[in-house]
């Protein structure tokens, strides 16, 4: 009897279908309080940190705040490597500190980054985190195989009506450079091993013609997706736009621009082409000429969603160096990599040069000093080219022929700047502060030294919000003699807890607990809430009140109240448009401050 129930429990392990589980993040989330007030008298400002799903390496930054338009056209550090133009810029920040799940905290002393005391006022500080200790998580085995992120692959995490996507999705495609790509869809959060669940379209071009670099999805529809196309021949390049056909071939549209393509831009045999980027007002595309001329030449094409050029701006006085070239490097660095959020469009290459720039605020403007925001080149340590004492072309930015690599280029809902980064050392990825300050070089857990591609930020607010990369990151690809090596880890988009928060820290006096009676705040009612709360509170005088909602970013999201009250009030919050989870809501009067907690449900 014992013998035949133990055959029988055998046998149902047999036929028993498999279901194999959907891919479901851990994600890392910090939480810190929006405002926090200090003296700037020269003692330790301890921060507390709540850090909720993963381990977090955290670095911790201060800016300026509200100093901007007096910040312009500034270069300095080593060499000149910083320029910053109309953006509020670093202060101070830290080496990366490892923080627990659970509480944690940060401390300052209030220098600066030169050891300086930084002066009383109010002041930005980030604080970006990753995951360094865990394993990766994986989301599907069959995008990012090697070199198969050098054409349009994106994380989506806004759909086209602004708001998060409950399963964001990625895109890519299958070749650098072709004339009929496969384009890739897949929804995060699918069975990461079910292969039927990859979407793909096909985008054929006509004889002569090729699709190069990233594409983009019509961020106002996405049924629909625009690409770069060029002819060596005619030595053109432009922007087309499709319609995503699943299975099949993807539709030109024709009444985009003149038949389906946009006004073309000069364009040389061999250049590289970054592909194509949208703020969602104008498309933008790029052209370098890294190996294709020995004079300056570099560009970027801002056009109209229908195609027609507004501008091109001659990237030459930027990308183009000829004392690098009487050196033994090249003439033009690129820009042959980049990415786009939040209206600012990340410049990237083979090269040690980086860059951000603001197409929108030079339209504004018209004035072309507008279009760069910020540049970081040779000086600063992080992706520097032939900074060693041994170099044979001792600080020459503009040569792709030397470490460190960059592929990839990507940016997280703060402006964070990351690429990948391998020279032979167990580093991941590099990493620019939003004003483009240099941070360093960081590792993902188990690093090894060896080729890197793939690196993306989701931070959207979404259920998926991470890093996603390949796993050459860690094992993968490797160069052995006779050529590239790819073993069982190589294939797949896999992922890494992030997460990066902004808030402020100010010399204005903060209430605590034991305030003063005649100033107080209550807790919102009811909490947690959906989708309406009241917020009460007492001010001892008729004075001038805000109260301010900031998401867990530190980011304000609403203001309820700016302007005169009368002692004893209420406000309430209508949080219909917004998405679950939690928020913090600040009251202001008359020199007293307090900030609480808030959870909405949905």
């Not at 910083?82 to 953006?87: A, E, I, L």
């Not at 001659?314 to 160096?321: A, I, P």
């Not at 980011?555 to 989870?581: C, E, I, N, P, R």
Request: glycine content about 10%; overall charge negative; charged content about 20%.
């Amino acid at each position: 009897m014992k013998k035949i129930l133990v055959l029988i429990v055998a046998l149902m392990f047999v036929i028993t279908p498999s279901f194999a589980a959907n891919f479901s993040p851990t994600l890392l989330k910090l939480t810190v309080d929006p405002v926090i007030q200090y003296d700037f008298d020269g003692s330790e400002l301890k921060i507390p940190v709540q850090v909720s799903g993963t381990n977090a390496g955290v670095v911790f930054l201060v800016f300026t705040k509200g100093k901007a338009n007096s910040i312009a056209d500034i270069r300095n550090g080593f060499l000149g490597w910083h320029y910053v133009n109309k953006v509020d810029t670093c202060v101070y920040f830290s080496q990366l500190k490892g923080l627990g799940v659970g509480k944690g905290e940060i401390v300052w002393n209030g220098k600066d980054q030169d050891g300086g005391t930084v002066p009383a006022g109010e002041y930005t500080y980030y604080m970006w985190a990753f995951d360094n200790l865990g394993a990766k998580q994986k989301v599907n085995n069959f995008m990012a195989n090697a070199w198969g992120w050098e054409i349009g692959c994106e994380v989506v995490g806004i759909d086209d009506k602004g708001l998060p996507l409950a399963h964001p999705f990625v895109i890519d495609g299958t070749k650098i450079v072709t004339a009929s790509p496969t384009m890739r869809k897949w929804t995060i959060g699918n069975d990461p091993f079910d292969e039927t669940l990859m979407e793909t379209t096909k985008v054929k071009q006509e004889t002569g013609w090729k699709v190069s670099g990233d594409y983009v999805m019509d961020p106002k529809d996405y049924n629909y997706f625009f690409v770069n196309v060029s002819s060596n021949d005619a030595q053109v390049a432009g922007v087309s736009k499709y319609k995503w056909v699943p299975t099949a071939d993807a539709e030109l549209q024709t009444g985009f621009g003149n038949e389906g393509f946009s006004d073309f831009y000069s364009y040389i045999k061999g250049a590289y082409i970054p592909g194509v980027e949208t703020d969602g007002t104008y498309l933008f595309t790029a052209d370098s000429n890294i190996t294709s001329s020995t004079t300056p030449d570099a560009s970027f094409q801002i056009y109209d969603m229908d195609g027609t050029m507004v501008s091109e701006v001659d990237l030459t006085k930027w990308w183009s160096s000829p004392e690098d070239y009487a050196a033994g490097g090249q003439m033009n660095g690129g820009p042959n990599i980049w990415s786009a959020r939040k209206g600012k469009v990340f410049l990237s290459g083979w090269v040690c040069f980086l860059q951000m720039v603001d197409p929108a605020r030079y339209l504004e403007s018209g004035d072309i000093d507008d279009f760069v925001v910020w540049t970081n080149t040779n000086g600063d340590y992080t992706f520097d080219h032939n900074f060693e004492a041994t170099a044979e072309r001792r600080w020459v930015c503009m040569d792709y022929a030397v470490g460190v690599f960059k592929e990839g280029a990507t940016e997280d809902g703060n402006l964070f700047f990351s690429a990948n980064a391998y020279d032979g050392g167990a580093v991941s990825f590099g990493l620019c502060a939003p004003d483009g300050t240099g941070l360093g070089y960081y590792a993902f857990a188990g690093e090894t030294a060896g080729f890197k591609i793939g690196l993306m930020f989701l931070q959207d607010k979404t259920p998926f919000d991470g890093l996603y990369c390949d796993n050459t990151q860690a094992g993968g690809t490797t160069y052995q003699e006779g050529g590239w090596k790819e073993n069982e880890y190589t294939k797949g988009l896999f992922f890494i807890g992030h997460d990066s928060i902004i808030g402020t820290i100010t010399s204005a006096v903060n209430v605590s607990e034991n305030s003063p009676a005649v100033f107080s705040v209550a807790q919102n009612s009811p909490n947690p809430f959906n989708p309406t709360t009241t917020i009460n509170f007492n001010i001892a005088k008729a004075s001038n009140v805000s109260v301010e909602v900031y998401n867990v970013a530190g980011q304000k999201v609403s203001t309820l109240a700016d302007g005169m009250m009368d002692a004893g009030h209420s406000v309430v919050w209508d949080a219909t448009s917004f998405s679950a989870g939690v928020y913090f809501y600040t009251v202001k009067s008359d020199g007293f401050s307090k900030t609480m907690k808030m959870t909405l449900l949905k």
